[in-house]
């Protein structure tokens, strides 16, 4: 796929060839996450200006559910704009070469936690509306992300609050499309290598 000076997206030819690759190899986790994932192949067929805000279509985004070391409890934002607790995760960068990669960027600023690990494997394939550009829609790619043990955790400027929680008694106002999260990434961690 050749670049074109100046046009956006130019610059994520590698994070664009490896959200195709991942996608179109990933077995989704049931069949919302299947319907998803087939529209953002169809996205992503847009090339890698799909990346990006300037896509008003609708662009990739990559989001993490952090687990503690014992894989009890789930670390969630309370989301500074939507003022609901949700996983944590945002838009993919310049510079990020994978979409695991730019959700373990954004899961490490925004839990200040150093020393975190992903699963490569994608968890969800979730897509909502958002007011980027006027309004858009996010195509979020999401990862099971476990914290080391005795992780601390520090607020960044784009969540009201950091918690962690249960499990099984998640916070409530609760973002939609969080708590489907958890089976998947519980799931991750029990096949992590000890």
Do not use: Y
């Amino acid at each position: 796929m050749g670049t074109t000076p100046g046009v956006p997206g130019d610059g994520n030819v590698a994070l664009h060839a490896d959200a195709v690759a991942v996608l179109a190899g990933w077995t989704p986790t049931g069949p919302a996450a299947a319907e998803a994932r087939d529209r953002t192949l169809a996205l992503l067929a847009d090339g890698p200006v799909a990346l990006t805000r300037h896509h008003l279509p609708g662009h990739l985004t990559a989001s993490a559910l952090i687990l503690d070391a014992t894989g009890a409890r789930v670390l969630l934002c309370l989301h500074g704009k939507l003022h609901r607790w949700v996983q944590l995760g945002g838009h993919c960068e310049p510079g990020d070469e994978t979409l695991a990669g730019a959700a373990l960027r954004e899961a490490t600023e925004e839990s200040g936690i150093a020393g975190l690990v992903i699963d490569p494997v994608p968890i969800d394939v979730d897509i909502h509306p958002v007011a980027c550009q006027g309004g858009s829609l996010h195509h979020d790619v999401r990862f099971a992300v476990f914290a080391p043990q005795d992780a601390v955790e520090q607020v960044s400027d784009e969540s009201e609050a950091l918690g962690w929680f249960p499990t099984d008694r998640l916070p409530e106002p609760l973002a939609g499309g969080t708590a489907q999260l958890v089976a998947p990434a519980l799931a991750a961690h029990a096949r992590r290598p000890r």
